[in-house]
């Protein structure tokens, strides 16, 4: 399988895969492995939250008391499991919640699969890139000291879910695990082997009997108060909003009790893995956003979004921007790693309307969050076909896969100041703006007639937020073969460059050779920059226009799973 980046070659996990049970390093210090021990960029990067530490405690505690109770009352046996995986919080986790009330000593475990390490499906890049792993690994971090302040820890295993958790609940004599509810093909199938798995145990000590118990816990709405079958949802989004928004009500959030505890009593409960544990090389946000992964940083930037800034009450003007923190909330990292729930943002807008001010713009950032559900609840209905090149509506299209145009958008080198800044900002950060993404997959798709695939391939390497649901589920729609009812959806770079960045300062920021050109050339600098590798598909980008078919950068195709995706 073709891996296209040489510097990425060290992504290989191979050590692991070889050796799942390899015993982690012992790194006990989170500033060990910290960027903060590192010396401190010269460009100014924005922290996000931008809350310093004692800030974000406050803040944490806060948010944690306003959604605690002290009269839930447990009334269970034994041990649970809860199987943490893309919830990695405490607030709000009905699988933690039904695990404390059901057992009378809860373990809380995460398992470092190495195939989230492993290659894409198609293309072959990395699965998950060093930003989003670093992401993880403070991720994980925050939620071991969130469990461990409520009288549990965080058991952090090396291996794949189907052979540690039947081995854990054999140990410990586990009656269930918890988790919350996937509903990729990906990982539906770990579901399976891990029930098999679990089945298995019975078979060796049939005094033991633990069981899979699924959660639904990743949207806003929940799956069963949806007002239609899953198999009838609507597929045009806004048949959807108006469906959920007439008929049916947020739940809301699950109130924790204060103390989680006690945990079986394990003595060494390991530490949270450094990068090279990963077989990933740290990288450096040298310029732009720096997320911070956790928990309390999601409830951090819920403070500093609503309350601190009342940015809330300016969203819907400020959405489409590109540029810094403000124009937009940035939850969705936390959103996609669970670290923070759909339902607790939409009981703080709630609380913000009712304090502060209720208006369009406090209404759209719930409006943005349908979305988020509508691609979810699409990829139950469609399955794999939201994988497939054809996407749910099975259309039949000719795509390129040549290999050097695509690199010259990856790497951005296209020649389209607003292109490659945005595909800079995406590898230096893991983060890219909402307009950015639909003006990138536009041109990918429609201006190089490029495999929509590798794009969304790209993207799951390098987001911070990636999420099969969200991601695949934009990607098909941009490409026109999602449920978009316009069809042939171009974003032209001219008007997008004019209506969105007409000063030139984002590109400006991320191409500082830029930076010295009159405004109104930094978008078609002509020869003070690279040359353009396609024309555009509607150009129309008069006298600053270079391109030239010769000069367009061909390549050879990837090896990659053609016959696979081409007989779709
Ligand atoms: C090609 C492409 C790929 C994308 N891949 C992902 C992805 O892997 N993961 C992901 O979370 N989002 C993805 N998005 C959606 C969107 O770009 C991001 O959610 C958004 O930019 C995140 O920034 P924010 O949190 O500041 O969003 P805000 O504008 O503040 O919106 C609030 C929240 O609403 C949700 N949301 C907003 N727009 C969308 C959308 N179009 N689809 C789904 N949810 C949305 C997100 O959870 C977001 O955090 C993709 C969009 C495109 C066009
Ligand atoms: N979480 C995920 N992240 C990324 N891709 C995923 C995820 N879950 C499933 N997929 C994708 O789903 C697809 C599943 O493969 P495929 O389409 O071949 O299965 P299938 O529909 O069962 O095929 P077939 O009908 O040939 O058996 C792959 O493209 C895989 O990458």
Not at 248 to 276: F, H, N, Q, Y
Not at 285 to 296: A, I
Not at 451 to 470: H, I, K, N, Q, V
Request: aromatic content about 12%; charged content about 25%; glycine content about 8%.
């Amino acid at each position: 399988m073709a891996v296209l980046h040489s510097s990425l070659a060290p992504y290989s996990l191979k050590k692991l895969i070889l050796i799942p049970h390899l015993k982690p390093r012992k790194i006990c210090h989170f500033q060990a492995m910290s960027s903060s021990s590192r010396p401190e960029p010269a460009v100014l990067v924005h922290k996000v939250p931008g809350l310093n530490p004692d800030e974000m405690d406050r803040v944490s505690d806060q948010t944690f008391q306003r959604y605690t109770s002290s009269s839930v009352k447990r009334n269970g046996n034994g041990v649970a499991i809860v199987w943490f995986r893309n919830d990695l919080r405490v607030l709000d986790n009905e699988a933690l919640y039904k695990a404390w009330l059901s057992s009378r000593e809860v373990l809380p475990v995460y398992c470092i699969d190495p195939r989230l390490f492993g290659s894409t499906y198609y293309f072959g890049f990395p699965k998950t890139g060093a930003l989003r792993a670093q992401f993880l690994v403070e991720s994980l971090f925050d939620l071991k000291k969130n469990l461990t302040k409520r009288g549990l820890n965080l058991l952090i295993q090396y291996g794949k879910p189907e052979e540690v958790l039947p081995s854990l609940a054999k140990t410990y004599g586990a009656h269930t695990v918890y988790a919350q509810k996937e509903t990729c093909s990906e990982e539906l199938s770990v579901e399976k082997l891990v029930s098999k798995g679990l089945r298995r145990v019975v078979l060796q000590s049939p005094a033991n009997n633990p069981n899979l118990q699924l959660i639904w816990g990743t949207t806003m709405y929940h799956i069963e108060d949806l007002p239609f079958d899953i198999s009838c949802l609507p597929d045009v989004y806004t048949q959807f909003r108006k469906s959920v928004e007439a008929k049916c009500t947020v739940r809301g959030c699950i109130k924790m009790p204060a103390s989680l505890g006690p945990a079986p009593s394990i003595e060494d409960w390991g530490c949270v893995p450094s990068l090279d544990q990963f077989g990933l090389q740290h990288q450096n946000v040298s310029l732009g956003m720096k997320f911070v992964g956790g928990e309390s940083a999601a409830l951090g930037r819920i403070n500093e979004y609503f309350w601190k800034k009342d940015l809330l009450s300016i969203y819907k003007k400020t959405r489409n921007g590109m540029l810094g923190p403000d124009y937009s909330t940035k939850f969705s990292p936390w959103l996609a790693s669970g670290s923070l729930s759909p339902r607790l943002v939409h009981e703080e807008v709630k609380r913000y309307e009712k304090e502060r001010q209720a208006n369009d713009s406090t209404y759209w950032v719930l409006f943005e969050l349908i979305w988020r559900d509508y691609f979810r609840f699409l990829s139950v209905k469609y399955g794999n076909s939201l994988f497939h090149p054809g996407g749910p509506r099975k259309l039949e299209h000719r795509w390129s896969q040549e290999k050097t145009l695509f690199e010259t958008w990856r790497d951005g080198h296209t020649g389209y100041p607003l292109i490659d800044a945005n595909m800079k900002e995406l590898s230096t950060t893991g983060f890219m703006s909402n307009r950015g993404r639909q003006i990138v997959c536009s041109f990918l798709v429609r201006d190089m007639g490029i495999d929509w695939r590798m794009g969304a391939e790209w993207f799951e390497t390098c987001l911070l937020d990636y999420e099969p649901c969200s991601n695949y589920g934009n990607w098909t729609y941009g490409a026109g073969v999602g449920n978009d009812p316009r069809e042939d959806r171009y974003f032209s770079i001219p008007k997008q460059a004019q209506n969105y960045d007409p000063e030139g300062e984002y590109v400006a920021y991320w191409l500082p050779q830029l930076q010295s050109l009159p405004k109104d050339k930094r978008h078609f600098p002509g020869m003070a920059y690279i040359k353009q590798v396609v024309p555009l598909k509607f150009g129309n980008a008069g006298k600053y226009q270079n391109h030239d078919k010769t000069s367009t950068a061909r390549g050879t195709n990837f090896g990659g799973r053609q016959a696979k995706g081409s007989r779709r």
